[in-house]
Structure formats: C-alpha cells, structure tokens
C-alpha cells in the first residue's frame, strides 16, 4: 500500500499517535508530542529493540548517560568543527535554506514576461514563460541569497547561573559520545573482553536548518545506537574481525526491522561512496526504507575505527584501551556502530502497517502492526453497554488481562464501529461479551460463560470461554503461534 504522508499524519492526529508540539500557541518548529497510543508504540519499539540487542545476547551491556556533557567531548569528537551544515540566508525575508538543497525546492517566480504574475515552479525547472531559473530565494522568489555560511547543528546552552563562556554545553547531537567516554568505566565493572558492544536509547537534539516530513527529520528525537567493540588485530574467517562484525550487524539490523513488520522490499542497502563517507569512518552502510518522498535513511551503519576512544584519549589524557591478555599488549578497539532513530523507525512500522481494503462494499482501514509492537493488544468491548452484567464482565476481563499486556474498554459506539476503531490503530485482538455470554435473568437463561474473539487481520471470530481468553491471547503473543493455529480448537462466531 503506498499511503501518503498527509493520510498517515492525518491518521497520526486523530488518533492519538502524534501531534505538533505546542499545537495551541501555532507549533513549535519541528518538534512532536507522542499522544496515548504513540507513546505505547514508541515504547513498545524501544522495548523489542532493547530486549532483542542488549537483554538476549550475551555481548551486550546497555547505558543511560545524560544528555549534557563536559563541553570537551563536542570538540574531541569533532562536532564542534564538523557538525555543520552550509546554509544560505534570504536577505529579504530572512528565511535561512540548507545551501546544497535549495536546488531541491519548488520555487516562487514572478515572472517579467508575464507582466509580473507569480508562478511556483518545480524543483531544478526554468519558467515556461521567460525561461530564467531560479537565482533569488525559492521561498519570496524577491530576496537575493546571501553566499554559503557553515553553520553549526548543535543547540547551545549554559550550565549554572551565569550564562558566559565558560559555561557554554550543548545538547547532545547523538548519544554515542556518552557511549564513548564511559568505554573504560564500563570495562572496569563488567570485566569484558572483546568483542562486546554498549548500547543506549535516549533523546538528541539537532538544529535542523530544513526539518521536515513528519517525524522523518526534527529538532528533537531519539536515538537507538550500539558501539560495538572488536580487537582490529584479531582475524575471523580469513578477514579483519572489525569487517566481518560490519557485515553481521548490517545482517542483523536489516532483519530485525524486517522481523517486526517492514516488507523486504522497502528496504535496501546504500553503500557510502569514497566522498560521502564521514572523517572518521573506514566504511558507512546505510539502512533505507522507501519512505513517501523516495528511498530515505532509516538508520546507518558504520565503522568508525579507532577515532573516538583515540580522540577522548587524546583530549582527556586517559588511555582508552582494552589489555589482551594473550597477546599481553594494549588494544584500542575498533568500533562497529548501528545507529537508528527511533522516531523514524516508528514511521517507517507505521506507513508499512497502513492498509485500506474493501469490506462488504465499504473501506476498512487497518494498521497490521506487527502484535509486539501494536500499543494496544486487546480492546474488551460490550455488544450492550445498558446491561450492567455485560458491562461488569467486560470490566473484570480487561482487568486480568491488563496484568500482562496492554487493554482498554470501549464502550462509545456500536460494535461494529468498535471495530473499525481498533482495526485503524492495529489492535490484534477484541474480546466481545454479549447477551449469551452472562444469560437473561429474566428470561432464566444461563450464560455460557463464552466470549467472542475477533483477529484484526482475518477478522474471523471464535468463541472461546471467558476462563481460556488469556490463554488464547498468550498463545499468539508470547508463544508465537498463529492465528489459524490457535482459532482451530474454537467454533467460529459469526460476525
Ligand atoms: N552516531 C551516529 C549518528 O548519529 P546519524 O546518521 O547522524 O548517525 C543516526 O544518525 C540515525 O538517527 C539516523 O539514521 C536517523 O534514523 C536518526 N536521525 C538523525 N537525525 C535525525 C533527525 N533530525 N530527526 C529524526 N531522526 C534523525
């Protein structure tokens, strides 16, 4: 399905997923609110991933270090010189452009040969009227462009009362640094040897000349990265091992994101060129997803040799090295690093999710997130809210569910709209309780005690006793079975 980046934002907003941050004060540029359900799949995201790479394999530690750090670090690890962007400013209205992208944009014209009208014309295109290209801001199409300035990505603040110099920091622009300047703190405690990798989840902070596309590009957003440590003078199969765990961990990074939801398709490979490689890296490998406005990074991976421990060696004067023992001589390890956006891989689950199908004659649109990652499991809903006992029962079930995984009651419109709620948020289960289930006391009918269970995807229903729900549900979201598996040892309901 190639859904389109409005639908999905539209989706996002209405329910509950994402919303501009300060929305009421008009926006703050590029920044976003998690809303109810976001929050969940953000976590939920974070959560595999951590579990999936740090909690599962035996070489692996994980760090929460703090977003402000020692000035120092952003001048060792050539941010402050290097992290820039080159940009260009409009004289007449002041709007400040990306300059090796401002070929890139549409771009307002008024045209001489048309006695002045305004024409927007497409990126790198010359007016049909005049034939001129463009020379003065794309933007007012009035102000002349003022020449490259490099500009620096880092937001500045200060530490303490006293806002100087001196107490200049930053917010951090990625969260290896923290990565790489706790390296022997972490070695010291945990007795590592290598090859082992520290991996950390948390926010960094970018002053994006050109944010944009949701939250594909903002100021604010979080990162997922690993800094995996490999003894470059060791050797696997024949090969420097630094190269072979580059490999491996481009392996593992593509199956992951394929493992929980995106089609191999959607994905490819970028190989770094010679001049798109970064000071520091010996080999760049980019994770693309083909995102609405083309095939765009998802995440990188790269290896960035020795550079960052030497550099905070260098700059702290404290060696930064793993002893072999055999070998009986200090190693600065190389390091292997996957870095994803935590932000980004949330869009790309959810354009992936996105379906719109033809349900008896009428469009349903569901999200097929993968049911790790969906932020809601189960929805409990009565097929009458007016009876009290349907109501107590659906509250009681929602309840011992709620224990181990995320579920909600709904009880705000007719079933059928229930469904179609959860369908367009991915919730993979609704448990319904009706009439049959608690009985007619004043008809002295007997429940029989059994519920309905709806699967998004098939949307097939089984009925199943209110008692075995839980280990219906545990069956497919803890054990791995299927659907068909599972719904096999049930009568179907009819829907
Ligand atoms: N430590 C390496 C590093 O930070 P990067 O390619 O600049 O490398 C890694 O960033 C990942 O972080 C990107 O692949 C992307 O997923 C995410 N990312 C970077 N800048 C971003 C931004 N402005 N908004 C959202 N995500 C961003």
Redesign the pocket.
Known sequence: MNVTMDVLVSLAKRRGFIFQSSEIYGGTGSCWDYGPLGVELKNNIKRVWWRDFVQQRDDMVGLDASILMHPTVWKASGHVDHFTDPMVDCRECKRRFRADKVDEMDWTHYCAATKGNKFTIKAGEPCKHCGERRTLCPECGKGVLTAPRQFNLMFKTFMGPVEEDAALTYLR????QGIFVNFDNVLQATRRKLPFGIAQIGK?F?N?IT?GNF?????E???M?IEYFVNPNERLDGRPADEVWHDRWIDDCRAWFERYGLDPEHVTLHEHAGEELAHYSKRTV?LLYRFPMGWS????I?NRTDFDLKQHAKFSGKSLTWFDEERKEHVVPYVI?P???V???LLAFLLDAYREEQVRGEKRVVLRLHPELAPVKIAVLPLLKKRPEIVATCHELRARLARRWAALYDDTAAIGRLYRRQDEVGTPFCVTVDVKTVGDAEKREAGDGRVTIRDRDSMEQIRVPIADVETVVSRILDAGATWTEVAAGYPRAEG
């Not at 622009?173 to 290896?176: F, G, R, S, V, Y």
């Not at 990074?297 to 990188?300: K, N």
Request: a negative charge.
């Open positions: 622009p990625e969260t290896a960094a970018r994006e944010p939250i594909f590009r903002s100021r957003f979080e990162q990265e980019d990074e998802l995440m990188g790269a690093e870095s994803a956006g932000d980004r891989a």
